[in-house]
């Protein structure tokens, strides 16, 4: 959220010359500081971390429209769904 010029809060979703734009599903997007992905359809989000070490993921149901912010905790992400990603 950011304020508007009568300090109202409005929705921004960042675009900046690295924003990728998929039409379809997205596999082992690396993660090298943290993403924002917007969800233009409806999908699920699974994070990968510890790749090297002790695998683990969490898998995330996510709704068309819908934003979130992931961390660099993670090494990669897929995304099921058309969505878009960009740095926060």
Known sequence: MINSNVNTPI?????????????????AYSVNGPLVVHMTSDGDITCHYNTTGTPGTI??????????????DFDSIDVSASCIISKA
């Open 59 to 72: 898998v995330v149901p996510a709704l068309a429209n819908s934003d979130w912010v992931v961390d660099n």
């Open 11 to 27: 929705q921004a979703f960042p675009i900046k010359t690295n924003t990728d734009v998929f039409t379809g599903a997205v596999t």
